[in-house]
């Protein structure tokens, strides 16, 4: 079934006319909502914690932060916009007590509603407004006059008017401009661990390190390991972005090709699909999210351990001093 997609002509920013939108956060997604939805007319009021790095940020962007319990007393939609691991405290000690009937209650990733971390009284509205981009570039791309993709879900519709809130929101961000895919809290947060898990980061990065292995366990110096394995993954990345998987194939090599079209379904086999299989079915059943949890409660000791294994791979020492060379990867 092909997905339900609104644009400019299918939101009303006026929506939000008389009414104040909060954002809980003002990190880099926090920060790109807050001065888009500014910028598109919409009354914002920002929280974040006194002292922080990020408090001086919202300073200096024109903002006044205030605690998130003033900020959900005083908005009629609220969007969650700190780490999952710190929703459910956030919620139950400022958002909970202050949130009265008929507000909305927003998150850009349905984690905590879909794993039950938050369960909201049943006289509110859930939504979700997730821009399919990071923060800096949700604000880059509105500064431009285009816009980000987002995605866009209703969890609770108690006032009827849920998602047309949604949709507000986000053309407020600038994501109408572009497309705004309909979704559930569901689909989004299974998919999003999935991608997450088997392909942006965990597939990816595990890839990354096996191939540097191999070549350098073969005798081959770690510099140019580090370049063929890693370096070079963006330029073929960018190309599938901007041309799908065949339009990188057409700008490649021919030998290139015609090793990826051999040798990849060698190196990521039929067993690999089963394990990705394996990957989906724990993060379906909730077993992947009552691990992270009790994680979080113990004090992380395995996340710290594999975080700091990783630190102390050949492949970070390596690929420091190869960056080092390369003067237009450093941020401005």
Known sequence: MAAKIYYEKDADINFFKGKKVGIIGYGSQGRAHALNLKDSGVEVLVSELEGTSNYKKALDDGFKPLSAAEVTKKSDAIMMLVQDNAQP??????????????????????????????????????????????????????????????????????????????????????????????????????????????????????????????????????????????HELKLIVDLIIERGIQGMRQVISDTAEYGDMTRGPVVIDEGVKENMKQVLADIQSGAFAREWIVENTVGRPVYNALKKQAEQHLIEEVGKKMRDMMPWLKKK
Not at 96 to 107: D, R
Not at 211 to 230: D, I, K, R, S, W
């Open 89 to 230: 405290f956030v919620y139950r000690e400022f958002i909970a007590p202050n949130l009265s009937e008929g507000k909305a209650l927003g998150f850009a990733h349905g984690f905590s509603i879909h794993f039950h971390q938050i369960v909201p009284p049943s006289n509110i509205d859930v939504y979700m407004v997730a821009p399919k981009g990071p923060g800096d570039l949700v604000r880059d791309q509105f500064i431009q006059g285009k816009g980000v993709p987002c995605i866009v879900a209703v969890q609770q519709n108690y006032t009827g008017n849920a998602m047309k809130l949604a949709l507000a929101y986000a053309k407020g961000l600038g994501g109408t401009r572009c497309g705004v895919v309909e979704t559930t809290f569901k689909e989004e947060t299974e998919t999003d661990l999935f991608g997450e898990q088997v392909v942006l980061c965990g597939g990816a990065t595990q890839l990354i390190k096996y191939a540097f292995e191999t070549l350098v366990e073969a005798g081959y110096q770690p510099e140019v390991a580090y370049y063929e394995t890693c």
